[in-house]
Structure formats: C-alpha cells, structure tokens
Nanobody, 115 residues
C-alpha cells in the first residue's frame, strides 16, 4: 500500500507564504494526476490545484495567481507553493495522486492563516 506523506503546514500571518510537500512512500507509475484538496470546517472538500504528468495545471479561481503546484516525478513528490495567504485559505490540505487503477490520499496537513 502506497502512503502519501505531507509536510509544510502550519500557522502563518495573512500575506505570508507556505510550501506544502507530499511524497509517495514508493515509486508510482508516472502517468498520473497529482493534486491538492482542502477542507475547511463546515465546508465540502474542494480541489485547489492539480497537475498532470505532462505538466498541465489547473487551479480553483480563488487561488489563481497566488498558489503554484509543481511535481518532481523522480521523487514521486508534489508541491504547493502558497503565497499571499488569506484567512479564507485556512483548511486541512490533502494531497492526492491518482491514475489508472489507483487513487491515493495523504493524511492531511493543517494550514491556518491568522494574525
């Protein structure tokens, strides 16, 4: 069973930055989609950003221009650089890697944006 290990969450002031990382515990077939989701209290989980193995990215409208998703295939790792953070970005962030026949999730990392 592949495990996804997330890191980089924490408490940051509005306007600050954080970088989330998510590494798979073992090699995964490289043709897949990697993504970050988030879930705030009382809200549904939403897709924040995704990146295909070919490098095509998508973002939810609310983070465009502030967040950047990237991946390092050789390390089976996906990143989320978050800049200009706002209180409404506060949520538990989950990474996801899915492809043909598999769908893996991380355990979640808390991001809190507050002064």
């Amino acid at each position: 069973q592949v495990h996804l290990v997330e890191s980089g969450g924490g408490l940051v002031q509005p306007g600050g930055s954080l970088r989330l990382s998510c590494a798979a515990s073992e090699s995964i077939f490289s043709i897949n989609v990697m993504g970050w989701y988030r879930q705030a209290p009382g809200k549904q989980r939403e897709l924040v950003a995704s990146i295909t193995s070919g490098g095509t990215t998508t973002y939810v409208e609310s983070v465009k221009g502030r967040f950047t998703i990237s991946r390092a295939n050789a390390r089976n790792t996906v990143y989320l650089q978050m800049n200009s953070l706002k209180p409404e970005d506060t949520a538990v962030y989950y990474c996801n890697i899915h492809g043909l026949g598999y769908d893996f999730w991380g355990q979640g990392t808390q991001v809190t944006v507050s002064s």
